[in-house]
C-alpha cells in the first residue's frame, strides 16, 4: 500500500479511471493496527484496486470533506468521486473487508 504524503498527490490519486482505495488511518489506533495484521492478503486478492493510506490526523480537512468519522475507513474512489465507503465500525474482520468489496463488484 502505498502512503499518500500531500492533498496534491490525493487529488491526483482519487481522479484516476481505475477504481482505488484510500484507507484512512492514524498511528494511535488499535483497530488500524489489527486491520494491519489482516490487509496484505486481502490487496493481493483484490488487485483490480489501487491500494493506498493516508494518515487521518495529517489530512483532517480531507478526513472531515469525505466523512472519515472513524479509523480504519476504506475509501473507494473513480474519476473523482468517492463510490463506497467502508465505515471503522464494519471494518473489524478479514470477512468484514473482503463483504465490502465484493459488494462493489
Known amino acids: 500500500m502505498q502512503d499518500i504524503t500531500t492533498n496534491e498527490q490525493f487529488n491526483e490519486i482519487i481522479v484516476s479511471e481505475q477504481p482505488v482505495i484510500v484507507k484512512f488511518y492514524a498511528g494511535w489506533c488499535p483497530d488500524c493496527t ?4 489482516f490487509i496484505d492478503p486481502i490487496v493481493e486478492e483484490y488487485s483490480q484496486y489501487t491500494w493506498y493510506e493516508m494518515n ?4 483532517p ?3 472531515e470533506k469525505y466523512q472519515v468519522m ?3 475507513s476504506l475509501l473507494i474512489f473513480k474519476n473523482g468521486e468517492k463510490l463506497a465507503h467502508l465505515h471503522s465500525a464494519n471494518a473489524k474482520s478479514p470477512e468484514d473487508v473482503k463483504e465490502f468489496l ?3 463488484a
Open 34 to 37: 489489527r486491520m494491519n495484521m
Open 56 to 59: 487521518r490526523d495529517e489530512f
Open 61 to 63: 480537512e480531507l478526513a
Open 70 to 72: 472513524g479509523i480504519p
Open 102 to 104: 465484493n459488494a462493489q
